[in-house]
C-alpha cells in the first residue's frame, strides 16, 4: 500500500508531493515530486508519529475525580491514596476495556506507540491470578483491539519505601520478588507472539522507593535487555527518602549505582541538581517527560535549558491520563519553562523553531525509549506515521517551517487526520477504526466499575 501526501517532514526536511510505500509495517520507499496512483491513500501534511513513552492506562477511568479539595492540603500524597483505593476494585475486564480506550485516544491525539508502565498485577487481595501475567495479557488485548504499537513494561513493586519496607495494603496488587517477577516477564514475553512484531517487551523497577539495590541490579542483569524505564524523581519527599536511605539523590545514585545507558527512560527526572542533569544527559538514557500529569500532581518544572543545552534526549507521556493530548503535552513542556524562566521560546538550542524541536526531540526520543525503529520518516524505519490537516484554520496561514510551531501553540488534537501504527491505519478521518465498539466496551465497564467503587 502507498500514501501520498501535499507535504511530509522527512528526516532531510521537508519534501513535496511524496508518495509513501509501505511493506510489512515498514516504509520501503519515498518518492517526491510524484503524481499520486490509484488506490493511494491521499493525505495532506505527513509527520512522523510520537510514542507515548510513559502510561498508566487505568488510571484514565478516574480522570476527574480527584480535583476536589478537601480540608487540609491536598498533594501528590493523597491523589496516591485514592489511586490505591480505585486499582482496588478494577477487573481484568475493566482494566481491557479501559486500556483499549486509552490507546485510541492516544492514536487519535496523534501517537502511534505507547510504553505501558504496567504495575497492577494480581488479584485486589494480593493473590495472584492463576495465569501471574493476566494482566499484563489484557493489556496486550488492548493493544490488539487498536492497532497500536505497544512496549510492554511490566513492573517490579516490592517494597513501600527506602530500606525495604513492607508493602502497604493498598499496594498488594503491585507486589512481586525478583523471582516472580522474571516468571512474569518471561509469560509476557511469550504472549508477545500474539502481537504484531513491533510489540516490545521491556521492564520497569518501579522507582528507588519500591525496589531495593541488590534487586534492582538482580533484574536488570536478569532482564535488562532494554528498554529499562524507572520512575526517578518525582517529587521533593521522595528525593529527601532517597537522599536520607540511599546517601545520594535519585537521579545522582541511579547514574552512579546502576548501567544507565541508551536503554533506559528516567520518568519525572523532575528535581535534578544541574551536575545531574549534565551527567543524564550525557549517559545516553531518555528523560521521560509527562507534563500534563506533572502540573496536574503538582511535581516541579523539568530542568530543560541545562538539559537541552548538554544534548540530552526527551520524549513525552500522558503518565496518570487525567488528558490525553500530544500537543497539550508538548505546549505544557515549553509553558512550564517561560513561567519559571519569565522567558520566551526556552526549549531550543540557539536559534530555532521551538516546535519543531520539541516535535522532533520528542519523535527521536520516544522511540529510543520505547524501543522502536522510528521517530522519522526514512526507509526501513516503522511506518509509524500522522497527517495532519494544515487547512484547518489553525493551522493554514502558516508556512512549512511554521507548521509544527502552529501545531504545538495554536491547534488542538483534532487537526490530525489519519495515523498508522506500523503501518496500520487505525486512524481515518480523525476517527478511530473501531472507535464505536471500544467506547462502548469503556462506558459497559465503568458503569460496572462504578457500581463496585
Ligand atoms: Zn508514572
Known amino acids: 500500500m502507498a500514501i501520498f501526501a501535499n507535504r511530509a517532514l522527512l528526516a532531510t526536511g521537508w519534501a513535496d508531493n511524496l508518495r509513501v510505500e509501505l511493506e510489512e509495517g515498514c516504509i520501503a520507499r519515498l518518492t517526491p515530486n510524484v503524481t499520486a496512483q490509484p488506490g493511494d491513500t491521499h493525505v495532506d501534511t505527513l509527520l512522523p508519529a510520537l510514542a507515548n513513552l510513559h502510561s498508566h492506562a487505568f488510571q484514565r477511568a478516574m480522570a476527574g475525580m480527584t480535583e476536589y479539595r478537601l480540608a487540609g492540603r491536598d498533594s501528590f500524597w493523597t491523589w496516591r491514596d485514592l489511586m490505591y483505593r480505585f486499582t482496588a476494585h478494577l477487573s481484568p475486564e475493566q482494566v481491557q476495556a479501559i486500556a483499549a480506550l486509552v490507546y485510541l485516544e492516544m492514536q487519535e491525539a496523534g501517537y502511534a506507540s505507547v510504553g505501558e508502565f504496567h504495575y497492577l498485577h494480581h488479584r485486589p487481595d494480593g493473590q495472584p491470578y492463576d495465569r501471574l501475567a493476566e494482566l499484563s495479557d489484557r493489556i ?37 520478588d525478583v523471582d516472580r517477577f522474571c516468571t512474569l516477564v518471561d509469560q509476557a514475553r511469550d504472549a508477545r507472539a500474539t502481537l504484531p512484531g513491533d510489540c516490545r517487551v521491556g521492564i520497569a523497577p518501579h522507582s528507588l522507593r519500591a525496589t531495593s539495590p541488590a534487586d534492582l541490579a538482580q533484574v536488570v542483569a536478569a532482564q535488562g535487555t532494554g528498554p529499562i524505564h524507572i520512575h526517578i524523581a518525582e517529587q521533593p519527599k521522595e528525593v529527601a527518602e532517597v537522599q536520607a536511605g540511599l546517601g545520594a539523590r535519585p537521579v545522582e545514585w541511579l547514574l552512579a549505582n546502576a548501567p544507565v545507558d541508551a536503554r533506559w527512560c528516567l520518568i519525572h527526572a523532575t528535581h535534578m541538581t544541574e551536575d545531574e542533569t549534565r551527567t543524564m544527559a550525557a549517559s545516553g538514557a531518555v528523560a521521560g517527560l509527562c507534563p500534563v500529569t506533572e502540573a496536574n500532581l503538582g511535581d516541579g518544572p523539568f530542568n530543560g535549558p541545562t538539559y537541552l543545552n548538554a544534548g540530552g534526549a526527551f520524549g513525552v507521556g500522558s503518565d496518570s491520563n487525567v488528558l490525553i493530548s500530544l500537543t497539550e503535552e508538548l505546549r505544557i513542556l515549553e509553558y512550564s519553562q517561560r513561567l519559571r524562566d519569565l522567558s520566551r521560546n526556552v526549549l531550543v538550542v540557539g536559534e530555532g523553531s521551538v516546535g519543531q524541536t520539541l516535535y522532533c526531540g520528542a519523535a527521536t526520543g520516544g522511540a529510543q525509549a520505547l524501543g522502536r525503529n522510528a521517530g522519522e520518516i526514512a526507509p526501513g524505519q516503522l511506518a509509524d506515521l500522522v497527517a495532519i490537516d494544515s487547512r484547518n484554520p489553525a493551522l493554514c496561514a502558516l508556512r512549512s517551517d511554521q507548521l509544527l510551531d502552529g501545531l504545538v501553540f495554536a491547534a488542538k488534537d483534532h487537526v490530525v487526520t489519519d495515523l498508522w501504527s506500523a503501518g496500520r491505519h487505525q486512524v481515518q478521518n480523525g476517527r ?10 469503556y462506558r459497559t465497564a465503568i458503569a460496572g466499575l462504578l457500581a463496585d467503587l
Open 140 to 176: 496486550m488485548e488492548a493493544a490488539a483491539e487498536t492497532g497500536i504499537g505497544l512496549t510492554h513494561l511490566p513492573v517490579l513493586y516490592s517494597y513501600a519505601g527506602v530500606g525495604e519496607k513492607p508493602l502497604e495494603p493498598g499496594q498488594a496488587r503491585f507486589g512481586n
Open 432 to 441: 478511530h477504526v473501531n472507535r464505536d465498539r471500544i467506547v462502548s466496551n
